[in-house]
């Protein structure tokens, strides 16, 4: 079946320290995974997102992580500021005819500590 | 200038009505989507058109029915709401089959 994720936790972190959020998938045919921002009342956002044959990339702040072996990624944020409070999303995207299916985890929202 | 923009943003309804949800793309992507967020934030996909034309349709109740006149616009009409309808409804779009999807800023559908 399709699972991305757990229910939704919370992470709550001091600010300037790093943040680690993690995320399991189910499907082995995704082939790209995503990391998403949702802010309070907005859509999310595009953070990092890393292809099947890779297993590190990283970003300005932002690194992502993939196992395929356990099909989990994380998302590691470094010195966290206030403006990464947010509720993030990872997405794993199959290949569905003509389009893609991103199919999204249930999210961790994130708490800064000051 | 807004790249994905919906309307209403907020929508206050009874149960039985019928209403739609207006979404527009200026980005030039010729893939567009709608996803339900329920109150616990868990985001699921429900339809997705590519250059007009249906690609996805995930088991959504035929009272819900997309529309795409062209591929910079998705509308959604709603009929005889329920309660369960009761979410924030966001359109996105993305180029191809990429899977990095702009999102609009949602759509607060309550149903009374």
């Known amino acids: 079946g399709e699972s991305v994720g757990l229910h939704l936790p919370t992470l709550s972190v001091q600010e300037g320290d790093n943040s680690i959020i993690n995320c399991a998938y189910s499907?082995?045919?995704?082939?790209?995974f995503i990391w998403y921002k949702q802010e309070s009342g907005k859509g999310p956002q595009f953070i990092i997102d890393i292809r099947s044959n890779m297993d590190k990339r990283q970003g300005q702040r932002v690194t992502v992580l993939l196992n395929k072996t356990v099909k989990h990624l994380s998302l590691q944020i470094a010195a966290t500021q206030p403006g990464d409070s947010a509720v993030y999303f990872c997405a794993e995207t199959i290949p569905y005819s003509s389009a893609s299916k991103i199919i999204f985890g249930s999210g961790t929202r994130l708490s800064i500590r000051p | 200038d807004t790249a994905v923009s919906q309307t209403p943003k907020y929508l206050v309804t009874q149960m039985g009505n019928d209403k739609s949800i207006k979404c527009e793309q200026n980005?030039?992507?010729?893939?567009m989507y709608w996803y339900k967020q329920d109150s616990k934030k868990f985001l699921k996909i429900m339809f997705s058109?590519?250059?007009?034309?249906?690609?996805i349709n995930e088991t959504v109740p035929n009272r819900f029915s997309p529309k795409s006149p062209d591929k910079a616009h998705l509308n959604l009409h709603i009929n005889s709401l329920e309660l369960g309808d009761s979410a924030v409804y966001f359109c996105?779009?993305?180029?191809?089959?990429?899977?990095?999807?702009?999102f609009g800023e949602g759509s607060r559908l309550t149903v009374l």
């Open positions: 996105a779009s993305s180029h191809g089959s990429s899977g990095e999807l702009f």
């Open positions: 058109y590519n250059n007009k034309e249906l690609i």
């Open positions: 980005l030039g992507h010729d893939t």
């Open positions: 499907n082995s045919a995704s082939d790209y």
